[in-house]
């Protein structure tokens, strides 16, 4: 059995081509955060070319209990459990038990007959049979017409969450029965005819247990996180480790600072009805930086090899047609706002103008972020692997493109 192991440095920042003096505008960017209590802790992690040559920690992951960020805290990586249980759909797409052009209702027959909203208030909407047929590509690439319901931009986000479906509500609901919950509201529009961040990763999670026979949970153990080494993510913790999770915070904005907020999450240490393939998962940085190395790697890590290489480009290329990026395909929504010059793929956004992003990425680079503020990305033209972790909701601040600028202008050689 694999031993749980902390996030470390391997080699020297410049080994890897990082100006150390430089990375100190990062560790004072990431301080000047904590001391201004918008974040409580921070971890950030770098590697190049498969080698890990930045590590820093600062803050609290209990400010109540004064317990220290450490090189084994785990955090909820929320939205992140989506890259990994896309990684799952396209092994069993490589195995040809999944077609990405099959109809979703092949699979789940809850989505043979969608209709998509018009009008009309969330509790009596005008709807329309879809003209469109829903394909498993719609839900992989954020095309399909669903949505969430703290996206708090239309009719149907509001259907959802009288629902029920709203971040901090119970989730006394399985896989299946939130896929099936979902399949009976409107769309928000065509399949395929716009982007719109949504349960579609969920949907594909069910279809995973469909196909496979086994339980998401169990897949993904499987699969993905057992052979990769990942023993520190999984949707539970032990008892013996729940010492090392970070407290959840949220942002208040009374105060302007970061509060605890444990009533927003599920609990992880006991059994939960669901667990999600859009997010539930908690990792650490260690752990998910191997993630990270598979992907930057085509694939393969260490000899495990999850996926072909051809199959991580297709992934990481643009699925929206025609070249258009999120901010030109998307109805207008305070996440599409910030996604000019990126588009998305098969379960990763992939920057596609650095210019129009406002960014020194590399074209190609690709990754996600996560509710509670986590991010990664993957700029393979670099043999850059980044992952960050912290843990404050609903966020009111830029730091994850301020970490991009921060990052890339250390990288001088």
Not at 3 to 11: K, L, N, P, R
Not at 25 to 34: A, P
Not at 169 to 175: F, G, I, R, S, V
Not at 354 to 376: K, L, R
């Given at each position: 059995?694999?031993?749980?192991?902390?996030?470390?440095?391997?080699?020297?920042?410049?080994?890897?081509?990082?100006?150390?003096?430089?990375?100190?505008?990062?560790?004072?960017?990431?301080?000047?955060?904590?001391?201004?209590?918008?974040?409580?802790?921070?971890?950030?992690?770098?590697?190049?070319?498969?080698?890990?040559?930045y590590v820093h920690s600062v803050g609290q992951r209990d400010a109540v209990a004064g317990l220290p960020v450490e090189s084994?805290?785990?955090?909820?990586?929320?939205?992140?459990?989506?890259?990994?249980?896309?990684?799952?759909?396209?092994?069993?797409?490589?195995?040809?038990?999944?077609?990405?052009?099959?109809?979703?209702?092949?699979?789940?027959?809850?989505?043979?007959?969608?209709?998509?909203?018009?009008?009309?208030?969330?509790?009596?909407?005008?709807?329309?049979?879809?003209?469109?047929?829903?394909?498993?590509?719609?839900?992989?690439?954020?095309?399909?017409?669903?949505?969430?319901?703290?996206?708090?931009?239309?009719?149907?986000?509001?259907?959802?969450?009288?629902?029920?479906?709203?971040?901090?509500?119970?989730?006394?609901?399985?896989?299946?029965?939130?896929?099936?919950?979902?399949?009976a509201l409107p769309l928000v529009f065509e399949p395929g005819s716009e982007w719109n961040y949504s349960y579609s990763t969920?949907?594909?999670?069910?279809?995973?247990?469909?196909?496979?026979?086994?339980?998401?949970?169990?897949?993904?153990?499987?699969?993905?996180?057992?052979?990769?080494?990942?023993?520190?993510?999984?949707?539970?913790?032990?008892?013996?480790?729940?010492?090392?999770?970070?407290?959840?915070?949220?942002?208040?904005?009374?105060?302007?600072?970061?509060?605890?907020?444990?009533?927003?999450?599920?609990?992880?240490?006991?059994?939960?009805?669901?667990?999600?393939?859009?997010?539930?998962?908690?990792?650490?940085?260690?752990?998910?930086?191997?993630?990270?190395?598979?992907?930057?790697?085509?694939?393969?890590?260490?000899?495990?090899?999850?996926?072909?290489?051809?199959?991580?480009?297709?992934?990481?290329?643009?699925?929206l047609p025609d070249g258009h990026d999120i901010f030109t395909y998307a109805r207008p929504t305070l996440l599409s706002s910030?996604?000019?010059?990126?588009?998305?793929?098969?379960?990763?956004?992939?920057?596609?103008?650095?210019?129009?992003?406002?960014?020194?990425?590399?074209?190609?680079?690709?990754?996600?972020?996560?509710?509670?503020?986590?991010?990664?990305?993957?700029?393979?033209?670099?043999?850059?692997?980044?992952?960050?972790?912290?843990?404050?909701?609903?966020?009111?601040?830029?730091?994850?493109?301020?970490?991009?600028?921060?990052?890339?202008?250390?990288?001088?050689?």
């Open positions: 059995m694999a031993i749980a192991a902390g996030i470390a440095s391997d080699v020297e920042p410049q080994e890897i081509g990082f100006d150390p003096v430089r990375l100190e505008r990062l560790e004072h960017h990431l301080q000047r955060y904590v001391e201004r209590g918008l974040r409580v802790g921070c971890q950030i992690a770098i590697a190049r070319g498969g080698r890990v040559g084994d805290t785990i955090w909820r990586v929320y939205s992140m459990t989506k890259p990994l249980v896309s990684v799952a759909a396209m092994m069993l797409w490589e195995e040809g038990l999944l077609a990405l052009g099959a109809p979703v209702a092949s699979y789940l027959p809850s989505f043979e007959s969608p209709r998509v909203y018009r009008v009309g208030p969330a509790r009596a909407p005008l709807t329309a049979p879809a003209s469109e047929t829903m394909l498993v590509r719609h839900l992989l690439s954020h095309t399909s017409g669903l949505s969430y319901g703290f996206m708090y931009s239309n009719a149907v986000d509001e259907a959802l969450r009288l629902q029920g479906f709203d971040i901090g509500q119970p989730e006394n609901y399985t896989l299946a029965e939130l896929c099936d919950r979902v399949a969920d949907v594909v999670g069910r279809i995973v247990e469909i196909v496979s026979g086994q339980s998401l949970e169990d897949f993904l153990q499987s699969r993905i996180l057992r052979p990769l080494g990942m023993v520190d993510t999984g949707y539970t913790v032990s008892n013996t480790d729940l010492g090392r999770v970070s407290a959840l915070y949220s942002f208040d904005p009374e105060s302007g600072r970061a509060v605890p907020k444990p009533e927003l999450d599920a609990p992880l240490d006991g059994p939960r009805l669901l667990k999600g393939g859009g997010h539930g998962l908690v990792s650490t940085a260690a752990d998910y930086l191997r993630f990270l190395q598979l992907l930057l790697r085509g694939g393969e890590l260490d000899g495990v090899r999850l996926l072909a290489p051809r199959t991580v480009a297709l992934m990481t290329s643009n699925q910030t996604q000019r010059g990126v588009g998305f793929g098969l379960g990763f956004s992939v920057l596609l103008n650095p210019v129009a992003a406002d960014t020194t990425a590399s074209p190609g680079t690709f990754g996600w972020g996560g509710a509670a503020g986590t991010e990664f990305w993957v700029d393979p033209a670099e043999e850059l692997t980044v992952v960050f972790m912290t843990q404050v909701l609903f966020a009111a601040d830029d730091l994850r493109a301020e970490l991009r600028r921060l990052v890339y202008q250390a990288l001088v050689s």
